[in-house]
């Protein structure tokens, strides 16, 4: 038996430099992970070729996602003689910009390659996993990083941010990507240019970093849903807009700040039953 855990993606910066003829965009971001996280155990099943999720989110229990598409997959090219059986204990919100799925999905990968001692290489499970979902190459690494192209261009980044947290609120509501992302073919994505980041990166200079992170889709995404916003304008309005974005094509929002603050604790404990709100770390 293996388990992993599938932690939470967050975009601290997104743009969206085009649409390709394959339907995917070319972007650059800069992702990283926080201790938000789903567990995966995955154990050996006495059916060669049979793959079986459970979950306690109904959808991962689907027969038809990317989730359950990537477990089938490893065990067809690389142990068609085993089978598995994949748990999966839901915790990261749905539709939320958060890559549930794709972390999940990244953990399934990784933790089949240990299970069965297939060796596979970092890089050759990032090339398979592009093939479910663009998300899935650096969800496959638990470091800070400058993400290119559809998602498949991963180059680690050094940067400490262990002095800051995160504040995450998610105000329950689900947003399609595939949505925003047409819309902002028809009208537009917010982009601004990465120079002033990329310089705080090469400096190591967290503080700089923070004052430019950015979402070129979070105007789109706010601008079609009323809760997203008014989420917004309550974190700003009572904690400020330093270090707040939109991660992920929404709903979820974060703001990042230094050490332990007394009213960002206040906020999660006032909105606890609004949204699903709490102060995580990053990894």
Do not use: W
């Not at 499970?125 to 498949?152: H, N, S, T």
């Not at 404990?269 to 709100?277: G, H, I, W």
């Amino acid at each position: 038996m293996v388990i992993e855990k599938a932690y939470a993606k967050v975009n601290l910066f997104i743009n969206v430099i085009g649409a390709r003829r394959d339907g995917y965009h070319d972007l650059e971001m800069i992702n990283t992970k926080i201790d938000l996280y789903d567990t995966v155990k995955i154990e050996e099943l006495n059916s060669p070729g049979l793959v079986i999720v459970k979950s306690n989110d109904l959808f991962l229990s689907n027969q038809n996602n990317l989730v359950i598409e990537s477990a089938r997959y490893m065990i067809k090219e690389y142990a068609p003689d085993k089978g598995v059986t994949v748990t999966i204990d839901k915790v990261i919100p749905f539709g939320a910009g958060l890559a549930g799925n794709s972390v999940d999905a990244a953990a399934i990968i990784r933790g089949i390659n240990k299970l069965f001692n297939l060796n596979i290489s970092m890089e050759e499970m990032q090339k398979l996993g592009v093939k479910f979902g663009a998300d899935i190459p650096y969800c496959l690494v638990d470091y800070p990083a400058i993400v290119e192209g559809i998602g498949e261009k991963v180059t680690k980044i050094d940067m400490d941010f262990s002095d800051y947290k995160v504040l995450l609120v998610n105000p329950r509501e689900y947003i399609s990507t595939q949505d925003i992302f047409t819309l902002g073919d028809r009208f537009g994505f917010d982009n601004i240019s990465m120079k002033k980041i990329r310089k705080a990166i090469q400096k190591k200079n967290v503080s700089d970093f923070i004052a430019n992170m950015h979402n070129s889709l979070e105007k789109i995404a706010m601008k079609n849903n009323n809760k997203v916003q008014e989420a917004y304008n309550r974190i700003k309005d009572e904690l400020g807009d330093e270090g707040l974005t939109m991660t992920g094509s929404g709903s979820t929002l974060i703001k990042v700040f230094k050490g332990d603050d007394a009213a960002v604790k206040k906020f999660v404990d006032a909105n606890k039953t609004q949204y699903f709100t709490n102060i995580y770390s990053f990894l």
